[in-house]
């Protein structure tokens, strides 16, 4: 069956780095499209980024060039590169595809 695995999560200060992983197994990788959505409690799910299975990319208007999604098809692997993290982009972090979702990693940007 499908499966999406994320890591990479954890605490940093404003301004920092951070790199998520969405390591994936149970389907063709390199056939689909591969997303990153945010969630906050209480709201609903924000689009991140995404990248096709032709290596175009796509985010959402709040990244302003501070993230870059990647993907490494001999290891069935998505990534996010995310720089200049501000307070505000504290959430848990999903990858999917399809109707599929990974279970998330938590990101929280805090001094």
């Known amino acids: 069956q499908v499966q999406l695995v994320e890591s990479g999560g954890g605490l940093v200060q404003p301004g920092g780095s951070l790199r998520l992983s969405c390591v994936t197994s149970?389907?063709?990788?390199?056939?689909?499209?591969m997303l990153w959505f945010r969630q906050v409690p209480g709201k609903g799910r924000e689009f991140v980024a995404s990248?096709?299975?032709?290596?175009?990319?796509k985010y959402g208007d709040f990244v302003k060039g501070r993230f870059i999604v990647s993907r490494d098809n001999a290891k069935n692997t998505m990534s996010l590169q995310m720089n200049s993290l501000k307070s505000e982009d504290t959430a848990r972090y999903y990858c999917r595809t399809g109707v599929n979702w990974g279970q998330g990693t938590q990101v929280t940007v805090s001094s």
């Open positions: 990248i096709t299975s032709t290596f175009r990319t």
């Open positions: 149970g389907f063709d990788f390199r056939l689909y499209e």
